[in-house]
C-alpha cells in the first residue's frame, strides 16, 4: 500500500503525470521560496549581477536557475568543492567563503559591486551584503541558518542581525534596499506561483539538483550531512 498523508486541500500542489515523484518533492519548498526571494523581490532585470549565498543548497541553486532566466550574470558563496556544481548552473563567479573574505572578492570582480543579493545564511552576512551593493540595489533575505540552533533558539530581530541600528540613512544616500521573504504566501498566490515553476520546469529552465534520496529510516543521515553542508542541492526522504 502507497504512503498516504493528510494535508489541506489549499496547501496540496497538483502533480503533472509526466513529473516523477522524487523530482516532484525536490521542488516545491525550494523553488517556491526561491520564487518568493527572486521573483517577487529581487527581480533581476538581463545584465544585472546577482550574489546568491549558500548557492549549491537547495534553495540557493532554485534561486541561482530563477535568476539565469532572466539573464542575470551569477555570482555565488559556497565552498570550493561545489564550484563545478555551480558553474554548470551558470554561475560566472564562485567564491569559497572558507578560505577568502567573500566581501573583498566581490568588489575585486565587479569594481561597483552587485544589483541584489540572495541571502539565507544572515547572521553578518546581512550587513556586510549591503556593502557589496551598488546603487539601487537589494538584498533579499529568506533565512537565518547561520543565527539560528538549537530547538528553542529564536533569531534576532533586525537591528540583532544587522549588527546595530538599521542603517536608514545609508540606505536611503544610495537607493538600496533590505527585504525579507519566505513561503508564506496566501494559497491562491502560492497556487500561481507552482504553475509558474510547473511551466519553467517543463521548458526545461529549471531542474532541482538531487543529492541523495535516503529512506525514512535514514532521515538521521540526511539532517546530519545538512548541518555538515555536504549537500549539492536537494535531499529527499522516501518511504
Known sequence: MDAQALAPAALAFPIPDRLESVEAAALPLNYLTAY???????????????????????????????????GAELYATASGSKHAALAEEGVAH????????????????????????????????????????????????YGYTAGVSGPDAQPPDLAQALGGDVPLLELLSEARSLMGVHMGAPPTTLQAWWRDVLAWHEAGDVRPRIDRVLSLEEAAEAHRRLHARENVGKLVLVP
Not at 109 to 133: I, P
Open 94 to 141: 564562485a567564491i569559497d567563503y572558507r578560505s577568502e573574505d567573500w566581501v573583498e572578492a566581490v568588489r575585486s570582480l565587479t569594481g561597483d559591486g552587485v544589483d541584489a543579493v540572495v541571502d539565507g545564511v544572515g547572521e553578518e552576512a546581512f550587513r556586510r551584503s549591503l556593502e557589496v551593493l551598488r546603487y539601487g540595489g537589494r538584498v533579499v533575505a
Open 36 to 70: 518568493a526571494a527572486v521573483e517577487q523581490a529581487a527581480r533581476p532585470r538581463a545584465g544585472e549581477r546577482v550574489l546568491v549565498h549558500a548557492a549549491a543548497g537547495g534553495v540557493g541553486l532554485a534561486a541561482v536557475q530563477l535568476s539565469r532566466r532572466h
